[in-house]
């Protein structure tokens, strides 16, 4: 190639990769950040980072003829080409050693949208793995083994209790139903203590979303007696409707062609060891997924909230048609994890919201908590334990007799 020709071609390069490092600087940039997410402001050394590389990127495009300017854009440009690949193979090598700190799935994926963050935590941790006893072919898990006899696998207690003639209220939920309190704690028992003739079912399965607690419900309801039907909802539960993997594989509900919803994902295996060992991840490079997800944590993206909003407003529809077509009342009872006690964030103000569109009523446990903290002196840390987030006996109790309350003002007795 001609000296002149060289020269041109070298130029046309510098001219790229300057244009590249200007778009680089745009994209990180908070008024571009702010126009594709809710970001309303960003890290100011991620505003050094955006300057730093609209300034080099310029600087090589107009200055590209000079020698100086060529030889740092040569090194730069080999730099960012070299250091990917070893920094990758270096990230992996990591991830080989047990006690290695890189093995946090919480560095490559959100822990509340994304089925990467479970596969990696289950890989890496093993012991959470779920009990093949334990897992049911289309919710997931259940509250105890899943057996000929039941096939739901629903604590014994409740079985029992589904055949009581007294009148009924069933509560449907996740943990929180429960909390981490000794079983007379429990929020159904403790209801039921305040009421003089009504049986108060636990219906409640660990770890479960909203669409779980939904499928829980249509699965229950023709075998109880007319109950009155109480559906408790922590706020992390609408997120957790997105995933198709949590505490164990876990069925995924989708719309389908039509605007219909589907459910995908099932039947699940019951032995998921295998999945977990070698299961496929959405990403092919741990460095771009742990980039991507400490930018996305700087910025205060939240990932996949219209996807979640869109879901969770068809659990809850399906929720009330069934409870209104089958002459159900329905009474919602919103949990809160220990954070969100101090705030509030898009989930409490989307359910309450929706709750509120579709006429349902609810009880709402942040102001019964926080009012026990008032008149008692104690603070919110206290009504949690704080190894896992859950309520214990006393948030219970003062949740349980606000619940009952509610009942009895209902006519429940």
Not at 17 to 44: D, H, I, K, Y
Not at 173 to 195: R, T
Request: charged share 20%; glycine share 8%.
């Amino acid at each position: 190639m001609y000296p002149r020709a060289r020269q041109q071609a070298g130029s046309r390069l510098l001219v790229i990769w300057g244009a590249f490092l200007v778009v680089a600087g745009f994209a990180t940039n908070q008024w571009v950040l702010s126009c594709w997410s809710e970001v309303q402001s960003s890290p100011s050394w991620l505003q050094v980072v955006s300057w730093t590389l609209l300034g080099i990127g310029a600087t090589t495009i107009l200055l590209r003829r000079r020698p100086i300017v060529q030889k740092l854009s040569v090194a730069m440009f080999a730099a960012c080409v070299v250091s990917p690949p070893v920094a990758e193979l270096a990230l992996r090598i990591s991830l080989k050693v047990e006690s290695s700190p890189t093995r946090n799935a919480n560095l490559y994926a959100d822990y509340y949208s994304e089925d990467d963050y479970w596969i990696l935590h289950l890989r890496w941790f093993p012991p959470w793995v779920p009990s093949p006893a334990r897992v049911h072919p289309e919710l997931g898990w259940s509250q105890a083994n899943v057996t000929a006899e039941n096939p739901l696998g629903l604590y014994q207690k409740t079985i029992d209790r589904m055949r009581d003639p007294r009148p009924q209220v069933a509560f449907y939920g996740d943990s929180y139903v429960a909390g981490s309190a000794p079983e007379p704690d429990h929020i159904p028992a403790w209801i039921e203590q305040q009421l003089e003739d009504t049986v108060v079912l636990d219906l409640g399965v660990h770890g479960y979303g909203t669409d779980q607690i939904g499928m829980m419900f249509q699965r229950t309801h023709a075998s109880l007696h007319h109950p009155l039907v109480v559906i408790g909802v922590m706020l992390w539960d609408i997120d957790r409707a997105i995933l198709s993997v949590r505490t164990g594989k876990k069925p995924r509900l989708v719309f389908g062609e039509r605007g219909n919803v589907t459910v995908t994902g099932v039947p699940i295996e019951r032995d998921q060891h295998e999945f977990f060992a070698s299961g496929p991840l959405s990403f092919s490079s741990y460095v771009l997924a742990l980039v991507r997800t400490r930018v996305r944590k700087l910025v205060g993206q939240e990932p996949k909230c219209g996807e979640k909003k869109a879901l969770n407003r068809s659990i809850l529809e399906a929720e009330v048609g069934l409870a209104r077509a089958n002459d159900l009342d329905l009474v919602y009872v919103i949990f809160y994890p220990p954070a969100a006690l101090r705030g509030t964030d898009w989930r409490e103000e989307w359910l309450k919201d929706e709750l509120n569109r579709l006429g349902v009523p609810f009880v709402d446990t942040k102001p019964l908590l926080l009012e026990h903290c008032k008149k008692t002196g104690a603070t919110v840390d206290t009504l949690y334990v704080q190894a896992d987030g859950h309520h214990n006996a006393a948030a219970n109790h003062v949740i349980g007799d606000g619940v009952a309350a509610y009942l009895r003002g209902r006519g429940v007795r």
